[in-house]
């Protein structure tokens, strides 16, 4: 669900009506309901983390399902935004779950190996997704989407031992948020996160519309296109499990900046070409997603004490900068179309740039604060 947007933004928005400035606005939107994340997330430190990851599938699942029954512009944005609460509500508790199981020294392995199911997403979910949305319409997908979320809640409930019993000393969500946002090492964590999904957004969400523009792809091989982007997070996310303990995770993620900086350069001039854009794209997202999943250990590890309480910020700092790209990358796209020489994505590739060495200031920060 979130990640089949991106790349059929505008099948979606022929069967909704609305046109790509109405679609920015509902990406913001539900990046921004994503800042909500602390709130439902911070129930896993205060009544368990199964209670947490029940909460985000079932979040998730009561929006698709809505979709499915009220295929509608205003079902479509409420369903992001349930979809994106139940993500940012899922994830905190599950990698709180296995913070509290999984030595620091490993953490890095175990928590990449979570984060293949993203990459798998783009392989196999995307491209079925579009063949549903050629076959059978922009609608086609939700009520699966709904059937596999009851799916997930079931495995869920069955496979994950059941929460302890809240004990009476477990601080409010209050109290953990103000520990949270009131310790300097946690806050520059939080802004490096921003900072690097900013720059990510702002090519992600044009991509699309970028390749169908310049190339004249269609739903399908859009699909097609989705899964090579796929197969570089999954490369990504297989560097990061072999490589972030090794070289720790601080180093891990400053490499992982450098080469998306780089990479992001080199995009409006591989994107000349079909073939070029697919390679652009597949180091773009590669050396993304290893400086993002290199960042998970590295942030479950900045207050133990309220571990989950600081994912779900994590993750509504990511949700921010998310918003943030959305809402500047639209703009951006179309300066760059009104350039001359063909370099559609030199602005938005400079704006990554200038994101990505902002999470360089706010990594150093944290690694002279918390030395990991």
């Given at each position: 669900m979130h990640r089949m947007v991106y790349p059929f933004l505008p099948a979606l928005g022929r069967g909704l009506g609305v046109d790509l400035a109405a679609l920015?606005?509902?990406?913001?939107?539900?990046?921004?309901?994503?800042a909500g994340g602390p709130f439902l997330a911070s129930v896993a430190d205060s009544r368990g983390r199964k209670t947490g990851m029940l909460l985000g599938l079932s979040l998730f699942t009561l929006g698709v399902g809505l979709v499915a029954l009220w295929p509608s512009y205003p079902a479509f944005l409420v369903a992001m935004i349930l979809a994106m609460l139940g993500k940012y509500t899922f994830d905190p508790?599950?990698?709180?779950?296995?913070?509290?199981?999984?030595?620091?020294?490993?953490?890095?392995?175990?928590?990449a190996v979570t984060e293949l199911g993203w990459s798998l997403s783009f392989i196999v979910g995307v491209p079925v997704m579009g063949l549903l949305i050629a076959r059978r319409g922009w609608t086609a997908p939700f009520p699966l989407l709904a059937l596999m979320g009851l799916f997930a809640l079931a495995l869920l409930s069955w496979l994950v031992p059941r929460d302890p019993s809240p004990a009476e000393d477990r601080l409010s969500l209050?109290?953990?948020?103000?520990?949270?946002?009131?310790?300097?090492?946690?806050?520059?964590?939080l802004a490096m996160g921003l900072s690097l999904s900013t720059a990510n957004e702002v090519i992600n969400l044009v991509f699309g519309v970028w390749m169908e523009n310049s190339f004249g792809l269609k739903v399908a091989a859009l699909?097609?296109?989705?899964?090579?982007?796929?197969?570089?997070?999954?490369?990504?996310?297989?560097?990061?499990?072999?490589?972030?303990?090794?070289?720790?995770?601080?180093?891990?993620?400053?490499?992982?900046l450098l080469l998306n900086s780089l990479a992001a350069l080199a995009l409006p001039f591989l994107g000349r070409e079909l073939a070029g854009a697919v390679?652009?794209?597949?180091?773009?997202?590669?050396?993304f997603e290893f400086a993002l999943v290199s960042c998970?250990?590295?942030?479950?590890?900045?207050?133990?004490?309220?571990r989950a309480t600081l994912m779900s910020t994590n993750v509504a700092g990511l949700s921010l900068g998310r918003a943030l790209g959305a809402?500047?990358?639209?703009?951006?796209?179309?300066?760059?179309?009104?350039l001359q020489g063909?370099?559609?994505?030199?602005p938005s590739a400079l704006t990554a740039v200038v994101f990505n060495l902002l999470a360089l200031v706010a990594l150093h920060y944290l690694h002279k604060s918390v030395k990991s």
């Open positions: 920015s606005l509902a990406l913001t939107l539900r990046s921004l309901a994503g508790s599950m990698q709180a779950y296995l913070g509290d199981r999984i030595t620091y020294q490993r953490r890095g392995l175990v928590l209050w109290e953990n948020l103000r520990k949270v946002l009131t310790y300097p090492p946690a806050l520059a964590g699909g097609a296109a989705s899964a090579v982007i796929g197969f570089s997070e999954l490369g990504g996310e297989s560097l990061a499990a072999g490589l972030t303990d090794r070289l720790g995770k601080t180093r891990a993620v400053g490499s992982g390679v652009g794209l597949f180091l773009f997202y590669i050396t998970i250990p590295l942030m479950t590890e900045v207050m133990p004490s309220a809402l500047i990358a639209s703009p951006l796209y179309f300066l760059g179309v009104r063909g370099i559609d994505l030199l």
